[in-house]
């Protein structure tokens, strides 16, 4: 499923998500006005849920992983890096420099903008 669209990837991430521990996960992750995840949007779909999913995403594109790690929901961002923390891991040593900067990039654009989004990606990478 590599070539799944982003729109494709983040309706999947959608369809397992949880009303219920979306509500919880919002109070966890401190998303209310002025609090570091101010914002932020969660579906409510578990961290062992979001890696094996993640596993039918491997080899998606740069720029897939992009608009998904601009997407507001909290579990579709954390789904990208974890698919980019594999893209990285299996790349040859001279294309590894490409998934820093995305991710760079990411970082820098605020969208790894949570303590589980950066203990998730920032150490492999």
């Given at each position: 499923?590599?070539?799944?669209?982003?729109?494709?990837?983040?309706?999947?991430?959608?369809?397992?998500?949880?009303?219920?521990?979306?509500?919880?996960?919002?109070?966890?992750?401190?998303?209310?006005?002025?609090?570091?995840?101010?914002?932020d949007v969660?579906?409510?779909?578990?961290?062992?849920?979001?890696?094996?999913?993640?596993?039918?995403?491997?080899?998606?594109?740069?720029?897939?992983?992009?608009?998904l790690l601009?997407?507001?929901?909290?579990?579709?961002?954390?789904?990208?890096?974890?698919?980019?923390?594999?893209?990285?891991?299996?790349?040859?040593?001279?294309?590894?420099?490409?998934?820093?900067?995305?991710?760079?990039?990411?970082?820098?654009?605020?969208?790894?903008?949570?303590?589980?989004?950066?203990?998730?990606?920032?150490?492999?990478?």
């Amino acid at each position: 499923m590599a070539s799944a669209s982003a729109a494709q990837i983040r309706s999947a991430v959608l369809a397992l998500g949880d009303r219920d521990r979306a509500a919880s996960a919002a109070t966890y992750f401190k998303t209310g006005p002025g609090e570091y995840g101010a914002g932020d949007v969660f579906a409510g779909v578990r961290v062992p849920v979001l890696r094996k999913l993640a596993d039918g995403y491997r080899g998606a594109s740069r720029p897939t992983l992009t608009r998904l790690l601009d997407d507001e929901v909290h579990e579709v961002r954390l789904l990208a890096l974890i698919v980019l923390v594999g893209e990285f891991e299996r790349a040859p040593e001279h294309e590894r420099a490409r998934w820093v900067q995305c991710y760079r990039d990411a970082v820098a654009a605020g969208w790894v903008n949570n303590w589980d989004l950066v203990d998730s990606s920032a150490r492999q990478i």
